[in-house]
Each structure stands twice: as structure tokens, then as C-alpha cells.
């Protein structure tokens, strides 16, 4: 675990949430091309004709797999970091332009250094070149990369250049265009509010589209339509009880406007009222009948975040032929390490700067696991473990928690182990638990009922089919999506895998399985006073145990267990 569960988790939600609907409705406009496309062969019709390439490259025209009819530029390159220069017409200096390309990998490069890296010649030192996009992904897979850029007043000769490293790239839909902000005026249609609002919401004047809404709402809302978009914006200010009577009164107009009913599941949910978001869902279920899996059964199993779990199965379905592939190339590249079940413990900021209770926990798990290497991580260290994304790095900025869910995974997917959050508290050599746990599974973690499972502490082979695949689904959905519609996003897409994928599901299933409640007794009572035979009785009831180092509403007396946790007296 980390310092705080992110503050900015909640503004990602809202940021789902704000989604567009099935109606249709204005969009704020990204910038726009200025003086049309500049690539002069943007589908690489002309194959490697024109291209500037160095010698150490070959390239010739081939169809994209999977994208029947499109062709694309398959390039080889036998040595290191290679750039290929597209033809392109002049770029004028003092110009911004905006740079997008495609690209396909059968399998992951040798030297991964796919990028867009733009040139010219500059006679000042500060009017040199220095920018570059983030690189794609280095996995078998469709990716796609993009660089806004100004050529410098005083530049000449510019150019961009598409990097890849040894291997195979097939790049694909090329596009290069001089690029101006958008007009996002707004003019309001009096004849009709509900499109005044939806233009209002475009252009991000949530005050005037909330009174056209009301307007709407007042004067019948026939379709429910301004009653959906202002339970939206309900949902987003976690107004749960007047999103929940807007929403209803917008489902029962459309019920076959599935969506509805799903958002006001939600409402019901956060309000606590489980049984009216069963029957919420249920109903939105009724019309939603394309579904790649059982949604009354994922329904039966658990009412919670319906329509999160819902949303993450629909995408894990769409992609689990990429995410099977990913997870399998790296299964047949295993690193060669000399880890021995190592244990990975992180705290983003270092261990010198965490809370005592954190420290107490470190020093615990030291002392108790002596022939055992414990690995102390912090966020500018990981680079000599894992190679971590930049694209991933820079989106979950800050966001300690579900960063933290992501690198769990690379590191128990490269070097096998265990991880556990900085809080939890080990009295024991965890050794011979993981060795049980392991002995007929290639992953453990602790469980409430099948896939439901808690991720603060993992144990995995280095082989784990199940951790690869999660890997591989968790990494990809913050590609392509890179949001969070829940919190507990992490757990939602194993759930997600397990009911979608047959290896995962028999790999899991025949693992050890022990339930989660135990090693969260200690939790309920740390700010109480400490009593010896039931610290004893806790500490018996599991191997590890989850503690917490925010939301404690008070100081602890000297004399609680948690005071006697830190002073490391029990």
C-alpha cells in the first residue's frame, strides 16, 4: 500500500460517469486541422517509396492483421533505434501540428522504442529539438500514439520521424496536421432547451445547462431525456438521493434505454439500498440481451457495482484474444532471475517518511522472515525491478492506489513471490503458508467467495497463468480506457477474467482457498484498549493481517493495540 488512497480517484469516476450516452449530443471539439493532411501518403499506398529510412531497415507494404483492406508500412529493423521519415509537405515555423499513427505487433520488440519523434535544424540551442510522444506499448497488439508539437520560429527543414527498435513494426493510418483551438461557442437555441443544454454541457457551462434541463423537466420531459442528463450530474456531485429520483423517473420513460437503469443502480447502491438496485439492474437486464457473458448470474452473485462489472466484462470480451496473447508471449519469455520468493513491500515515497504504523509493520515482517529477502520499494526505485509504461506512469500521477494495483502485478509476473500492502502485519515466517498455498495453485489470495478477493496481500508463481492474464487485461484497459469506473477496479477485472476465461478459472479454482474475514479482525478494535489473550486469539486466526494508517477518527491511547503495534510491544 501507499500514503493515501488516491484524492483524485473520485474526480477519474465523475469523469466516467460524464461518458457520453446512447442520444447523441455535442462534444467539446479537440483541435482541429488548420490546413487539411499533410502526410503525402497517410495509408502508405506507395509502400516504401518516398520513405527516408537508414539502411539497416527494410520495409515493404503489407495488410494490418485484423483490419481487413487496411495496409500499412511493415518495417524490420536489425540493429537498435531506428527512425523511418514518412514523406510529408513543408511544416512552416511558429506552426503547431499534431502527429497520430497506428501502430501493429506480432510480438514485442527486442528494443522498444516506438515512438513519433519529430526534427529540424536550429542555429539556437533552445530552438533545438527535444520533444517526443510517449512510446506505445511493447506488446502483440493494435497501439496508437500522438504528438502535438510547434516547429520553432527560427527552424528549418523539419520533419518527423516514426522510432521503432529491432524487430517488426507495421505502422498504419498516418496522419500529420497543422492544428488551431476550437470554437466552443455557445449559441443557445430558445425554440429548444434540451439541445441549448447538451450544447452548454459541450462547451462546459454546467450552470446554464442545468437550468435549460430544469426547464425541460418542468414542462413534461417526455422522454425522460433532461431528467437523465441532471441525474448524471447528481451522480458526479454524489447527490445519491437526487440522482436517484431523477434517474428513476428517466429509466421508466426509456426502460429500454438500459443505461438508466444501470445509473440508477448506482444510486441505489451508494444509498444503500441493495435490494432496489437488484431490481434496478434486473430490469435494465430485461433489454440489455447481448452481453458476452451471464449478466443475471454476475448479477445473482453480487449486487455491488453491477454496472462497473458489467461495463469491465464487456471490454474484457471485446479484447481477450490481444490480452491472451500478451499473457502468453510473456509466459514463454521467463526472466532469468535469482529470486527465491522474494517479498515486495512499497511505499511510494520511501520508508524513511512513512507513518509509524507502517514502519512497525516493515520491521515486523524483517524480523519474522530472516531467511528471507524482503525487497522495500519506493516510487523512484521500481525502475531496477519493472519497466513500467510512460503513458501508465504519467496518468496514474499521484494516484498511489491503483498504481500500486498495477505494479503488484508486473513484479509477481516477472519474478514470482509475494506482495504485500506496507500495512500488514506479519507475527510469522510466511514461507511455509505461501509454499501451502501455492502447492496445488499458481496464485493465492485471500477470498470471501470464489473470485471475490481481496489484493493487499498476493503470492504467485513466476508461471501463473492468472497473474499474467490479469496483468495483461489491467494493463491494456488503461490503454485503451484509462479510467476508473470503480474503485475497486482491480478486483472487478479479475472477477471479470475468471467468468471469461476457462485457464483462468480452473488455474484459480484449484488453488488453496482461505477467507478474508480473519485477517481484518485486528482492524475493527486497533483504537481499543489492549487486552493480551485476544491479540493472542487474533494473531492465531491468520498468518498476515490488514491494518490501516488513515481514517482513524481519533488519536490512539497509549494503551490500544495499535500504540502497542508501533512501540512494537504485544
Given amino acids: 500500500m501507499t500514503a493515501n488512497a488516491p484524492d483524485d480517484w473520485l474526480a477519474r469516476f465523475r469523469g466516467a460517469l460524464r461518458r457520453t450516452p446512447q442520444t447523441p449530443q455535442p462534444q467539446p ?6 490546413g487539411g493532411e499533410l502526410a503525402a501518403d497517410p495509408g502508405f499506398r506507395d509502400g516504401p517509396e518516398n520513405v527516408d529510412m537508414p539502411a539497416t531497415v527494410t520495409a515493404e507494404r503489407v495488410e494490418v492483421p485484423g483490419r481487413a483492406g487496411v495496409y500499412g508500412l511493415g518495417v524490420t529493423v536489425s540493429g537498435g533505434d531506428t527512425g523511418i521519415a514518412p514523406p510529408i509537405q513543408p511544416l512552416a515555423p511558429g506552426v503547431t501540428y499534431r502527429a497520430d499513427v497506428s501502430i501493429f505487433l506480432a510480438e514485442p520488440l527486442s528494443v522498444p522504442t516506438l515512438r513519433i ?3 529540424w535544424v536550429a542555429d539556437e540551442p533552445a530552438d ?13 497488439g493494435h497501439h496508437r500514439i500522438s504528438l502535438t508539437f510547434t516547429v520553432p520560429a527560427g527552424a528549418r527543414d ?12 507495421i505502422w498504419y493510418d498516418y496522419s500529420l496536421t497543422a492544428v488551431v483551438a476550437p470554437d466552443v461557442t455557445v449559441i443557445p437555441d430558445g425554440d429548444d432547451p434540451l439541445a441549448a443544454a447538451r450544447a452548454a ?11 435549460a434541463l430544469r426547464q425541460v423537466v418542468k414542462a413534461g420531459d417526455p422522454d425522460g431525456d433532461a431528467a437523465w442528463e441532471l441525474g448524471r450530474i447528481a451522480l458526479t456531485e454524489q447527490r445519491w438521493s437526487a440522482a436517484e429520483q431523477l434517474l428513476r423517473g428517466a429509466a421508466a420513460k426509456r426502460p429500454e434505454a438500459f443505461e438508466r437503469g444501470y445509473a440508477l443502480a448506482l444510486a441505489y447502491d451508494r444509498l444503500k439500498r441493495r435490494d432496489d438496485s ?29 454496472g462497473a462489472r458489467r461495463e469491465v466484462g464487456i471490454f474484457l ?45 516493515l520491521a515486523a515482517l524483517k524480523a519474522n522472515n530472516p531467511d528471507s529477502r524482503v525487497h522495500e520499494l519506493s516510487l523512484d526505485g521500481i525502475g531496477d525491478y519493472v519497466d513500467v509504461p510512460e503513458d501508465l506512469v504519467a496518468s496514474l500521477a499521484g494516484d498511489h492506489y491503483h498504481f500500486s494495483d498495477l505494479l503488484r502485478m508486473l513484479l509477481l509476473e516477472k519474478f514470482g513471490g509475494v506482495w504485500l500492502d506496507a500495512t500488514c502485519l506479519v507475527t510469522e515466517p510466511l514461507r511455509p503458508h505461501v509454499d501451502r498455498a501455492l502447492a496445488k495453485g499458481s496464485v493465492f489470495a485471500f477470498n470471501y467467495t470464489g473470485p471475490y478477493l481481496v489484493n493487499w496481500f498476493l503470492a504467485s508463481r513466476p508461471d501463473s497463468y492468472v497473474m499474467h492474464l490479469w496483468r495483461a487485461a489491467s494493463f491494456l484497459w488503461w490503454e485503451k480506457r484509462g479510467e ?9 477485472i479479475f472477477e471479470m477474467l475468471h467468468r471469461l476465461d476457462d485457464r483462468f478459472r480452473a488455474e484459480w479454482d484449484a488453488g488453496l482457498r482461505l477467507n478474508a474475514t480473519p485477517p481484518h479482525a485486528l482492524q475493527s478494535v486497533l483504537l481499543k484498549p489492549y487486552e493480551p489473550e485476544m491479540f493472542q486469539t487474533i494473531m492465531e486466526s491468520a498468518f498476515v493481517h490488514k491494518l490501516r494508517h488513515h481514517a482513524l477518527n481519533e488519536a490512539p491511547n497509549s494503551e490500544s493495540y495499535l500504540s502497542r503495534i508501533i512501540r512494537r510491544d504485544y
Fill in 29 to 34: 471539439e479537440p483541435l482541429q486541422p488548420a
Fill in 117 to 119: 519523434v519529430p526534427e
Fill in 128 to 140: 533545438r529539438p527535444s520533444v517526443r510522444s510517449m512510446p506505445a506499448r511493447n506488446e502483440y
Fill in 158 to 169: 523539419a520533419l518527423v520521424r516514426l522510432h521503432s527498435g529491432e524487430g517488426t513494426t
Fill in 201 to 211: 454541457l459541450a462547451a462546459g457551462d454546467l450552470p446554464v445547462a442545468v437550468t
Fill in 278 to 306: 437488484r431490481r434496478a439492474s434486473a430490469a435494465a437486464l430485461v433489454y440489455d440481451t447481448k452481453l458476452p457473458f451471464d449478466g443475471p448470474a454476475l448479477l445473482d452473485s453480487d449486487v455491488t457495482s453491477f
Fill in 317 to 361: 470480451a471485446e479484447h481477450l484474444t490481444q490480452i491472451r496473447t500478451q499473457a502468453e508471449q510473456r509466459l514463454a519469455r521467463p526472466v532469468d532471475s535469482t529470486f527465491d520468493q522474494p517479498i515486495f513491500v512499497y511505499w511510494a515515497q520511501g520508508f524513511d517518511s512513512a507513518p509509524p504504523v507502517v514502519r512497525a509493520c
Fill in 484 to 492: 476508473i469506473v470503480d474503485l475497486l477496479l482491480h478486483h472487478h
